[in-house]
């Protein structure tokens, strides 16, 4: 079974508009992390937000949230007001074991291309 | 974020020679660093997780005779792939663990092997 489900081959959002990016995740270990990246076509790969398996709130980085469903064992990445930049490959990645699993493996996501229309 | 390079950016080179990679942590040490390979429109696939001082450790159905890892230093990591064919062509990418669990990536090395 894949650890990291990204069903959304491609996504259109209106510019000023938000939009979700969906993630599923498999996992038995209790303890692990989320991660969304950001690929542009530059290829570099931007972090955008973390979650912990621990963490009681959902995480927020500026326009950037994560809505974190636990028992639906959901990741998903909200960007708010989408600008013409978020156009992009966007990766859902999961780190399991330990309390911040220095040395785990990030598992990835097949990823989503979010294009942004003016 | 904390910062990570990757030397070159690019590289082409010919069929049968070997090529070196370089990723380095300017602010932070990394004692694991990863390297993946990315092919276009796919997502990334770990190759190997390498530890400062110590073996790398490789992903199942990668040589680690073609590819070679050393991490001599806490702040550097080389990728060599060694005798390099076309179909080693591919976006090289190296990531590093900070304090915390966060992951950082580098820019990416192009290689295409002619």
């Known amino acids: 079974a894949q650890k990291i489900t990204q069903t959304q081959p491609g996504m259109f959002v209106q510019e000023k508009e938000a939009v979700t990016l969906d993630c599923t995740y498999d996992t038995s270990d209790p303890s692990y992390g989320l991660f969304w990246y950001k690929q542009p076509s530059s290829g570099e790969m931007i972090f955008l937000i973390y979650q912990g398996s621990y963490d009681q709130q959902n995480a927020t980085e500026g326009r950037y949230s994560l809505n974190f469903q636990k028992a639906r064992k959901s990741a998903n990445l909200v960007i708010s007001a989408s600008q013409l930049g978020d156009s992009a490959m966007y990766f859902c990645a999961m780190r399991e074991g330990g309390l911040t699993g220095a040395n785990s493996k990030l598992t990835f996501g097949k990823g989503i291309t979010l294009s942004v229309r003016p | 974020g904390a910062v990570v390079s990757q030397h070159p950016s690019w590289v082409i080179c010919k069929s049968g020679t070997s090529v070196k990679i370089e990723c380095r942590s300017l602010?932070?040490?990394?004692?694991?660093m990863f390297w993946y390979r990315q092919f276009p429109k796919q997502s990334l696939m770990l190759m190997a997780t390498?530890?400062?001082?110590?073996?790398?450790?490789?992903e199942q159905g990668v040589e680690k005779d073609k590819f070679l890892i050393n991490h001599a230093s806490l702040t550097l990591s080389t990728l060599t792939v060694t005798s390099a064919h076309p179909e080693d062509s591919s976006f090289y990418i190296c990531s590093a663990s900070v304090a915390g669990g966060l992951r950082f990536f580098g820019p990416g090395t192009r290689l295409t092997v002619l």
């Open positions: 390498s530890n400062e001082g110590s073996k790398a450790t490789y």
């Open positions: 602010d932070f040490q990394a004692t694991t």
